[in-house]
């Protein structure tokens, strides 16, 4: 089963939902074409990526410590 394009571009819209992605006021996610769509996302997951990295490192330490 292949995704087209604008299959693709939805999920990626999707996803940028689901970590929390907000928008500035003027930019339109809809416009973008899918390449900046999918950079936006890869950015942002790394972003958060390393926000979680650290906070699961802290709770591991403390739950070590209990």
């Keep these: 089963m292949s995704i087209n394009s604008n299959q693709r571009k939805q999920f990626l819209l999707n996803e940028l939902k689901r ?16 390449y900046d769509i999918e950079m936006l996302v890869i950015t942002k997951k790394s972003e958060r990526g390393k926000s979680i990295e650290t906070y699961n490192a802290r709770m591991e330490i403390e739950e070590e410590a209990e």
């Design 19 to 34: 970590i929390g992605y907000k928008p500035s006021e003027n930019e339109n996610l809809e416009n973008l074409s899918l």
